[in-house]
């Protein structure tokens, strides 16, 4: 069965807005991450600019895109987040390659190869959060954790790079302006 043609002036409103709860580097760190950026992408010969300091994280939960900020998520988000109790935590990241996404424009990313257990057991407590207070829909699903150097058309396989390592100190809720690469700090809430 075909899909309905939406009429005139009827179409979904197109989404200007996303929000998403993450870690953040330090400066010390982001500024680590340029410059693996830079040199990781010459060597593999992508032509996509690594990303600006100041957007490099982890996405913990992505919380949905919609047109205009959607005010019962942030409440909600806010609830959640504020209700979480946890220490800081250390994150290592140690091979750099390609996740598959549309064609012209695949994540370059910094991984971790040997899994992140302290990083998987807060996005575990989070997600129950989530879910506590309605917001199930954006608790489900994998996760595996990523710092987006760059983006660019060739795909790069796995390989390992030297251990970057930084302590997770707080998390935070991000209103991001879809298309304008701008990033909004909502909340921040610190750990420990």
């Not at 060597?43 to 982890?58: E, I, K």
Request: glycine fraction near 10%.
């Amino acid at each position: 069965m075909s899909e309905q043609a939406s009429f005139p002036g009827l179409e979904p409103a197109r989404p200007t807005d996303r929000l998403f709860l993450a870690l953040f580097p330090d400066p010390a760190t982001a500024q680590a991450m340029a410059g693996l950026a830079a040199v990781q992408c010459a060597a593999q010969g992508l032509r996509g600019r690594p990303l600006l300091t100041d957007r490099f994280h982890v996405t913990l939960f992505h919380l949905g895109d919609s047109a205009g900020l959607r005010g019962d998520v942030v409440e909600a988000a806010t609830k959640a987040a504020g209700g979480l109790r946890a220490a800081p935590f250390e994150l290592c990241f140690d091979e750099v390659g390609s996740f598959a996404g549309r064609r012209d424009k695949l994540p370059f990313v910094l991984r971790s190869g040997d899994g992140n257990a302290p990083l998987h057991a807060f996005h575990a407590t989070l997600a129950t959060r989530l879910r506590e207070v309605g917001l199930r829909r954006f608790a489900g699903g994998g996760f595996e954790p990523h710092v987006t150097l760059a983006y660019d058309a060739r795909m790069v396989a796995a390989q390992p790079v030297a251990p970057l390592r930084w302590t997770a100190r707080e998390f935070v809720l991000v209103h991001s302006l879809l298309g304008q690469t701008r990033h909004i700090l909502l909340a921040r809430w610190p750990l420990g």
